[in-house]
Structure formats: C-alpha cells, structure tokens
C-alpha cells in the first residue's frame, strides 16, 4: 500500500515537470518599455479582465474578437475606463469609471493590451 502511494507521488512530481514548461512557453514576455502598461493593468483592470486579458467572473476578455483595434478602437479604450461602458456585449453589467484612472496611466495601459493581443495572434 504504502509503495502504491509513493508509485502516485511519482507521477503527480512528473506530471508536474512535463507541464512546467508547457505553461512557461504559454507566457508573455513583456518588452521593457511596456512594464509600466503592464503594472498599470495589472493594478486597475485585472480584477476584472483577468491577469493573461482572459476575462474574470467580474469581466469579459479583452483577448476576444470584440476588442481587436478594428473593433474596438484605442478610443474605446480610454472612453471605457476614464468614464465607464453600460453593459451591451455581456453580462457582467456596466463597467465603472476606474477609480484613479488618468489618460496618462492609459497611454501605458492601451500598448500594454495591444501588444498582448497581437501576442496572442489576435490581430
Ligand atoms: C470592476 C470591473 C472592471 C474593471 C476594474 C475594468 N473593467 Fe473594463 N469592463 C468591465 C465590464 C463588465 C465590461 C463589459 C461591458 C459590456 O460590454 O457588457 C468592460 C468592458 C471594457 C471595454 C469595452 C468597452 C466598450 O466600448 O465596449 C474595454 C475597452 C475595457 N473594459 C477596458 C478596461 C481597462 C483598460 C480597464 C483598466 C483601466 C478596465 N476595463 C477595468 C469591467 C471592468
């Protein structure tokens, strides 16, 4: 019994090393210039728009076909977090101003989420 349970220890430190660096390849690397966008992002809208842009049970991605520039111009972006959005494409309700939010955090904010949409090849 007692090696049953070592043999299950065995495989879960394994599977640990094979995933490892499957989701090390799956990481953003952020340029320098970008690391204030990033910390900026990470401070005010990844509560709600998740860490990776991949959404939260409070907000939508941002990595989504909705938010490409095409769609969802760099306007849009500074509109919705200096005075908010009503809900219309979700159902997470309405998007508030950000507290604290100012256009000089989003001119590092805005590269910040392009550069990580073009990452994610959606654009
Ligand atoms: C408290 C949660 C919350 C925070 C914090 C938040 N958002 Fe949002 N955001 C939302 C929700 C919910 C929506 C979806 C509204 C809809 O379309 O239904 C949204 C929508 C958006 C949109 C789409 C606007 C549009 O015109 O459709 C953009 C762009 C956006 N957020 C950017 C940001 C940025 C940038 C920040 C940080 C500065 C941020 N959000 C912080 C909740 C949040």
Not at 5 to 10: E, P
């Amino acid at each position: 019994m007692k090696q049953l349970v070592n043999l299950t220890c065995l495989a879960v430190i394994s599977m640990w090393t094979i995933s490892g660096p499957t989701i090390a390849a799956e990481t953003i690397e952020i340029p320098f210039n970008l690391a204030k966008g990033q910390v900026l992002y990470e401070k005010y809208c990844s509560s709600c728009h998740g860490m990776q842009l991949d959404g939260t049970d409070e907000g939508p991605p941002l990595v989504h076909p909705f938010y490409k520039p095409s769609h969802h111009g760099d306007k849009s972006f500074y509109r919705a977090a200096l005075q908010g959005t009503k809900q219309h494409h979700w159902n997470f309700g309405d998007m508030k101003p950000v507290e604290g939010m100012t256009r000089k955090k989003m001119d590092s904010i805005v590269p910040y989420v392009r550069y990580y949409q073009q990452q994610k090849k959606l654009f």
